[in-house]
């Protein structure tokens, strides 16, 4: 079984930069689809990006493709997610989720982190 732990979230002014990152453990991070998701208080949670096994395939939620790039370092075990351009419509709390499968739907990973909270003010 796979334990997440999120860190890199913080308060970040409009247009900014934040780096989040996700360390794995527990298991084999290669057998892994690797995803971020986000939640802001009142909606649910939204897909924001996933990336394959071997770090070669990446997809994106709309909103976000042009100013957040996910990424993998297996050796290191972890992820990360880079998020540029900072809106307020970006403050959540950011979750690492981690399953055999591929998908975009929270229904499609079985490993979550506790999350870490990404405040954008304006």
């Known amino acids: 079984q796979v334990q997440l732990v999120e860190s890199g979230g913080g308060l970040v002014q409009a247009g900014g930069s934040l780096r989040l990152s996700c360390a794995a453990s527990?298991?084999?991070?290669?057998?892994?689809?690797m995803a971020w998701f986000r939640q802001a208080p009142g909606k649910e949670r939204e897909f924001v990006a996933a990336?394959?096994?071997?770090?070669?395939?990446?997809f994106y939620g709309d909103s976000m493709k042009a100013r957040f790039t996910i990424s993998r370092d297996n050796a290191k075990k972890t992820l990360y997610l880079q998020m540029n351009s900072l809106k307020p419509e970006d403050t959540a709390v950011y979750y690492c989720?981690?399953?055999?499968?591929?998908?975009?739907?929270?229904?499609?990973?079985?490993?979550w982190g506790q999350g870490t909270q990404v405040t954008v003010s304006g």
């Open positions: 527990g298991g084999t991070i290669t057998n892994y689809t």
């Open positions: 989720a981690a399953d055999g499968r591929a998908g975009i739907y929270r229904s499609d990973y079985d490993y």
């Open positions: 990336i394959f096994r071997s770090g070669t395939t990446t």
